[in-house]
């Protein structure tokens, strides 16, 4: 079946760090939503890409969808302690949802 | 408010005691699922609904049931649970089309 992998599984950053996450498919990907999950807490939906080399920001977030639809990436600027939690990435093909396994990210004060 | 709501959020059961976790959306929504969530897995998917009457399997179905009765409720049934169904459990929720998930609290249950 579809497969969406992620990397790094997880990652440990000094508060003010930058920080990165990639989604990669062997497929071509219908859209691609991000999503993020604090601990304790679940899965919150952060934003939707939908065309080829999409670029969207949300304050210190960048989210990109790669050319050919088979790629995605997530870009924290200078992270802070709130951006502590698990990204996912999840490929929405109107029929159903297939979701990355996640990268943790753990930011140290 | 829009909202999943799930029940109960921790559960504690014996092997082979059956149960049911109940899900409920007051969004409309015509699609439902249940996840489950375990360390360096991530969300697996159990079962889907496209609407009422309609379910498929997901990736790790083996153990569970569901039924959609009714659009706004999506219950997982585990017959005979086992150990290794100890795990969070997610129930989500989307309209149709390309559109996000919403996802209910979570359920941890652990099977003895």
């Known amino acids: 079946g579809q497969q969406v992998m992620q990397i790094p599984q997880y990652q440990h950053v000094q508060e003010g760090e930058d920080f990165t996450t990639y989604c990669n498919s062997s497929?071509?990907?219908?859209?691609i939503q991000w999503y993020k999950q604090r601990p304790g807490g679940h899965p919150v939906f952060l934003i939707q890409l939908v065309k080829s080399g999409e670029v969207k920001k949300q304050k210190r977030l960048t989210f990109q969808f790669g050319e050919a639809k088979k790629n995605s990436s997530l870009h924290i600027t200078a992270t802070q302690t709130t951006d502590v939690g698990t990204y996912f990435c999840?490929?929405?093909?109107?029929?159903?949802?297939?979701f990355g396994p996640g990268t943790r990210l753990s930011v140290l004060p | 408010e829009a909202q999943v709501t799930q029940n109960p959020r921790y559960l504690i059961t014996v092997t082979g005691k059956k149960l049911t976790v109940t899900c409920s959306q007051n969004m409309n929504h015509e699609y439902m699922s249940w996840y489950r969530q375990d360390p360096g897995l991530g969300l697996r998917q159990i079962y889907y609904s496209m609407n009422v009457e309609v379910t498929d399997k997901g990736d790790v179905p083996e153990g569970y049931k569901v039924s959609r009765k009714e659009k706004r409720n999506f219950p997982l049934i585990l017959e005979s649970p086992s150990p290794n169904q100890t795990s969070l459990y997610f129930c989500?929720?989307?309209?149709?089309?390309?559109?996000?998930?919403?996802f209910g609290q979570g359920t941890r249950l652990t099977v003895v």
């Open positions: 999840a490929d929405n093909y109107g029929q159903n949802f297939v």
């Open positions: 989500a929720s989307s309209s149709a089309g390309w559109t996000e998930a919403f």
């Open positions: 497929t071509t990907l219908s859209n």
